[in-house]
């Protein structure tokens, strides 16, 4: 994939003065899939959320395909069961001769069929988030594995936005941001949100809504989205089971069944209906930086 770092002063055209962005090639478009990207503050629960996501799509009958983008590598592992190698790893064993993989040297079957991938990414201070997810998404197509996904699902490091890890933005149809109701996780996705509507006036990836997690209540979500044109699309509480079962290394649908669990697992397979009908794409508008300080802030 030939990557196009664009000039620091000119920037992509609409992306932003000043701004450094990872081009897409054309010829890596992921295809007739539906595709998601999942952002939010860090810790804020982005892969538990995408893999139970990626568990009630795989549920509904559809064909799924998880790529977790950060170094860390541990976006799937409830899924999988493990800690896989991630793309990076496999391309530096054969010196990055792409050519010399498998399918199966990267790719990972998880719970009901969900097929799963570590993007990896750089060493720490070195090297662009967008080139792993553009050298990811070059080796599922070259080996024909998007041709048989029906839907495929980005989790992103953080709330990081930059060029590189805003790269899954060029390929996604929808992207959902997760956040608690408080001030760092709503902070958060307003800058997200800018980076969001940034990458939509060059890409066909447009703004989904909120997901409400690790949360009782949702007022300060609620009244955030109200005041910029966002939309919640689903609430996941605050609960011990979800928790655990990312010590139990698997899905809240493996979990045993409580009353608060069915609950919860409805929700996730509400939300995968609501996102495989499609949502109305939002123009929400964020706040500058001192603005959501009045306007998220107590007296």
Not at 191 to 209: D, E, F, M, S, T
Request: charged share 25%; glycine share 10%; aromatic share 8%.
């Amino acid at each position: 994939m030939s990557l196009n770092l664009l000039d620091t002063t000119s920037g992509a055209p609409g992306d932003g003065e000043g701004s450094v962005q990872v081009a897409l090639d054309p010829a890596d478009k992921i295809g007739t899939a539906k595709v998601f990207a999942v952002y939010g503050k860090g810790g804020i629960g982005k892969s538990t959320t995408s893999s139970n996501l990626s568990a009630a799509f795989s549920l509904l009958g559809h064909r799924v395909l998880q790529i977790g983008c950060d170094p860390k590598h541990d976006s799937t592992f409830t899924l999988t069961k493990r800690m896989m190698p991630t793309v990076i790893d496999v391309l530096e064993t054969v010196d990055f001769h792409s050519e010399e993989l498998r399918p199966q040297d990267y790719m990972f079957e998880g719970y009901n069929g969900v097929m799963c991938v570590e993007a990896g990414g750089p060493p720490a201070g070195t090297g662009c988030g967008g080139y792993v997810v553009g050298q990811t998404v070059k080796l599922l197509k070259q080996h024909h594995l998007l041709e048989d996904t029906d839907v495929v699902i980005f989790d992103v490091l953080g709330d990081v936005v930059c060029g590189g890890f805003a790269a899954p933005l060029q390929h996604a149809d929808a992207a959902i941001v997760v956040a608690a109701n408080d001030f760092d996780s709503i902070f958060a996705m307003n800058r997200i949100v800018a980076a969001i509507n940034a990458k939509a006036k060059n890409y066909n990836v447009r703004l989904a809504g909120v997901v409400a997690n690790r949360s009782r209540e949702t007022d300060e979500i609620d009244r955030f989205s109200e005041a910029i044109g966002m939309r919640r699309l689903a609430h996941f509480a605050d609960l011990d089971a979800i928790r655990r079962s990312r010590l139990k290394k698997c899905t809240l649908f493996e979990m045993e069944s409580t009353p608060e669990v069915e609950i919860a697992r409805e929700e996730y397979m509400n939300l995968a209906r609501k996102l495989w009908a499609g949502v109305e794409p939002l123009d929400a508008t964020p706040m500058k930086d001192r603005d959501i300080f009045d306007f998220l802030g107590f007296e």
